[in-house]
C-alpha cells in the first residue's frame, strides 16, 4: 500500500507492507532542489541569503548554522551581545515550530475542530513579531552574519520583545490540549529505537550520509539514532519517559514541555544582554574549511563550507529529518521502528508526531 502524507512541510510516501498491523514500512522524498550544487562558485556571503529560503519554518536555523560555518572556517570571534540575540531567536523559532507543528499538523489527524489553527497563528503572530524586533524580518531574516549580528536594537525593542513572552505564556494551553488530543489515542504507541543524539555530543567524522532520489539515509557511529526535543528534552521529563519510553506521547510532551522552557528562558536572556556591547567584530577572511553543528526545532542541524578566494568550493547540509526519517531495509530509522508493528489507522498521526520536513530534506 502507498501512502502520500500531506500536510507536512512538503510530501513524504510511505510503501507500506501489511494490512491491518505494519510489517514493513518504507519512507521516500521525491523533492529536490540542489542549493548545495547552486551555492558552488558564489560568495561566502551570498550563502546567509540562499540558505534560509531552504525551508520557511526554520529558516532562521539555516542562517544561524550558515553564520556558524562560515566563521568556524575564519576562526571567528563574536560578542556575548551578538551570541545571546542569536541565541534569543532561534529560541523563538524553535517555540514557533512546536506551537504550528502542534496545532495545525498534528492535531487535525485526531481533533477536526479549526479553532485550534487559529489559536497556533495567533500564537505565531507574536512570536513574529518578537524575531522581527530584534531581526528586522521574520521569516528569511539575514541578521546573523560572520561575526556577529547586524542589528543594534534599543532598550524599549528588548522590553516589548519581553512583554510579548509574557503575553505568549498568558495564552497558552497546550498540556490541557495534550491530554484532549489524547482522549481516543493510546498514549503508549509509537515506540522507536530508544537511541537519543543530542548537538553537543556529535562528532563530524562519525556522520555518514547517503543520498539518493528518493531516500535520505544518516547514522552515526554506524546506527540510527533519534535527534529533536525528546533527545533534548528526557532527562527534563524523567517521570513520562520512564513511564512511556519513547513512544508517541513522550515525543509530544516533551516539544510541548521545551516550548515552555525555552520562553521562560528567553526571559532569562533578554536580562542577561548588555546592549553596551558591540554587535559585530569583523573577522579576517581566509580560505578554509568550517562547519557548523546546532539544535534546530527538529533536532540536529549540520552545514558544512569550504571557502578559497572567498567563493564557496563545496557545501553540505544535513537536515534533522535525514536523521529521524531514514529509510533503510536492514536496520530500522526512528521513524519506521516507530511505525512497525502498529495499527494501519495510526500510521499519520505517529510519522508526524516526528515533525517532518520534506522541504529541509529537499534542499
Known amino acids: 500500500m502507498k501512502k502520500l502524507i500531506t500536510k507536512i512541510e512538503g510530501e513524504a510516501v510511505l510503501n507500506i507492507t501489511g494490512d491491518e498491523v505494519v ?130 536594537i534599543t532598550y524599549v525593542e528588548l522590553i516589548k520583545v519581553k512583554n510579548l513572552i509574557e503575553e505568549i505564556l498568558e495564552e497558552l494551553e497546550l498540556f490541557k490540549d495534550l491530554e484532549l488530543f489524547f482522549k481516543n489515542l493510546p498514549k503508549e504507541i509509537g515506540k522507536s529505537n530508544n537511541r537519543f543524539l543530542k548537538a553537543d555530543e556529535v562528532e563530524i567524522s562519525q556522520i555518514y550520509e547517503k543520498k539518493n532520489q528518493k531516500h535520505q539515509f544518516v547514522t552515526y557511529d554506524n546506527l540510527f539514532f533519534e535527534v529533536g526535543p525528546l533527545a533534548r528534552q528526557r532527562k527534563n521529563i524523567s517521570a513520562i519517559y520512564e513511564k512511556y519510553q519513547d513512544s508517541i506521547y513522550s515525543r509530544i510532551y516533551a516539544r510541548l514541555f521545551e516550548t515552555q522552557k525555552l520562553l521562560k528562558e528567553n526571559i532569562t536572556i533578554c536580562d542577561e544582554i548588555d546592549l553596551s556591547e558591540a554587535s559585530y567584530i569583523k573577522p579576517n577572511i581566509t580560505s578554509n574549511k568550517g562547519h557548523s553543528i546546532i539544535e534546530a526545532p527538529r533536532g540536529i542541524l549540520i552545514h558544512e563550507i569550504e571557502i578559497l578566494n572567498e567563493k564557496i568550493q563545496n557545501y553540505n547540509i544535513i537536515v534533522p529529518t535525514q536523521f529521524n526519517l531514514s529509510s533503510d531495509k536492514n536496520i530500522y530509522s526512528p521513524a519506521q521502528q516507530a511505525i512497525i508493528g502498529e495499527k494501519t489507522e495510526y500510521i499519520d498521526t505517529i510519522f508526524k508526531c516526528f515533525d517532518i520536513c520534506a522541504v529541509c530534506v529537499g534542499h
Open 23 to 152: 510489517e514493513f514500512v518504507e519512507i521516500e522524498f521525491y523533492q529536490f532542489r540542489g542549493v548545495e550544487e547552486y551555492l558552488k562558485n558564489k560568495h561566502f556571503m551570498d550563502a546567509l541569503v540562499i540558505n534560509p529560503r531552504i525551508c520557511g519554518i526554520c529558516g532562521h536555523s539555516h542562517l544561524i548554522a550558515t553564520a556558524k560555518a562560515i566563521e568556524n572556517a575564519f576562526d571567528a570571534k563574536i560578542t556575548k551581545k551578538a551570541e545571546l540575540f542569536r541565541k534569543l531567536t532561534l529560541n523563538f523559532e524553535i517555540i514557533e515550530n512546536h506551537i504550528k507543528w502542534f496545532y495545525i499538523t498534528l492535531f487535525p489527524t485526531q481533533i477536526k475542530d479549526k479553532k485550534y489553527m487559529f489559536k497556533a497563528l495567533k500564537l505565531s503572530q507574536k512570536i513574529s513579531k518578537a524575531i522581527a524586533l530584534i531581526a528586522g524580518q521574520y521569516p528569511h531574516t539575514s541578521y546573523a552574519i560572520p561575526g556577529g549580528i547586524t542589528s543594534d
